[in-house]
């Protein structure tokens, strides 16, 4: 018995939301792969404009996928956003991705908040040697967070997350006379922020920085003798800069570093022997630190697995928005590369945001595509619907 989309599924399932999916043929190519991949995909249509930066940018409800500790400096007492996309619609056309955030203020330093992200991977048809249908099962995915954070001074926050997630791709079918399982994991984050005004062209401004460990945690397996893999546990370091223009006029910018803390492949020869890298079969937390040196192609090759996003923010009024950005991966390591754009829109206590994508390459799987995102101040909404 056998799934005559089972290549398609493993791939695109396991890989779609990563560089394997879309990496270009050459000698040196050397993606690293990890399992739900769905956990570093932009979830909302702020960041999702802005070339995926969120590391060190203004705090907003979607802060949680970002920077947690960012939920210190934000506005407000509580608020939820939901935002959704579907993807890769130019390859498959029932792939989608939902996300559900929010977060309420303890007191003028504390910050507790949650999420929910989940992907619908689309109907999987499981058929026999000869073709006959035997099962159809929607593939799925989702994680739940938990953050806490605090301001330590006036400048600082530090923020922690917790995290399940659960990845059902099979829904039990036997593959190879072995029944296959849902994967289950659980991870954490680690980050902080800082922020401080200055002067610039004499103009106030925003200067902030920011960074987020996350996903830091226990590799995932979908069978009880395969194998485990590693989640994208990602460092992400930022950068930003927020000029009032004037009273009605603001201009930000923003800048992301990320890499994966997971092993590179290393090269084999002809008899499965390590010939240049390391062994990617280790524990987690020797694969963060190990993730930093173990490129078979050494230092260049180690740079090279570092992403950049770039990202600009325009508001005016504090009511209407401008967004525009731009990702880059080295070709090596998946060869990603778009820009974005987007708006958004904030009145009475909620906003409105939407981002398009649009890659480098011709035909690619990525084109087109979308995200919308609403957003709900509730002590905002609580004033209005008092002073009606």
């Given amino acids: 018995m056998k799934n005559k989309a089972i290549a398609l599924l493993l791939v695109l399932i396991s890989f779609y939301g990563t560089s394997e999916l879309f990496a270009q043929d050459s000698d040196e190519l050397n993606a ?45 007492k509580g608020g939820v956003g939901i935002s959704y996309s579907p ?29 929910l992200i989940y992907s619908s991977l689309g109907e999987v048809v499981f058929t026999d040697d000869f073709g006959n249908m035997m099962q159809v099962f929607k593939a799925n995915e989702f994680s739940v967070d938990v953050g806490y954070s605090r301001l330590f001074t006036e400048k600082f926050s530090g923020g922690t997350a917790f995290r399940f997630i659960y990845s059902n791709l099979t829904g039990g079918y036997y593959s190879g006379g072995e029944a296959t399982k849902p994967g289950i994991s659980f991870a954490a984050d680690i980050s902080g922020y800082y922020q401080t005004g200055l002067m610039l062209l004499n103009k106030d401004g925003l200067f902030g920085l920011g960074f987020n460990l996350s996903n830091i945690g226990a590799k ?87 992403t950049y996003s770039f990202g600009a923010e325009y508001w005016y009024n504090h009511q209407f928005a401008v967004r525009g950005g731009y990702f880059h991966q080295h070709e090596t390591k998946g060869n990603l590369k778009y820009f974005t754009t987007g708006a958004g829109f904030r009145l009475r206590g909620f906003s409105i945001d939407f981002s398009y994508l649009m890659p480098l390459a011709n035909n690619h799987p990525l084109a087109r595509t979308l995200r919308f995102s609403l957003s709900f101040d509730i002590n905002a909404l609580r004033t209005v619907s008092k002073a009606s």
């Fill in 220 to 306: 995932m397996s979908y069978s009880d003798s395969q194998t485990s893999d590693f989640i994208p546990m990602n460092m992400r370091l930022g950068t930003s800069l927020t000029l009032d223009l004037d009273k009605f006029n603001s201009l930000s910018f923003a800048l992301d570093i990320n890499k994966l803390l997971v092993p590179t492949p290393p090269v084999y020869n002809t008899e499965q022997e390590i010939i240049a890298g390391r062994d990617p079969n280790v524990a987690v937390p020797v694969a963060i630190f190990q993730s930093f040196y173990d490129a078979p192609g050494g230092f260049r090759e180690e740079m090279r697995e570092f």
């Fill in 87 to 115: 993807w890769l619609r130019n390859l498959v056309p029932d792939i989608n991705i939902a996300y559900l955030s929010g977060y309420t203020r303890i007191d003028a330093k504390q910050v507790i908040s949650g999420s």
């Fill in 32 to 76: 690293i792969q990890t399992v739900v991949p769905f956990l570093t995909i932009a979830p909302d249509s702020r960041a999702g404009a802005m070339g995926d930066v969120g590391a060190a940018t203004s705090p907003d409800v979607y802060s949680m996928h970002w920077n947690p500790s960012k939920f210190a400096f934000i506005d407000g």
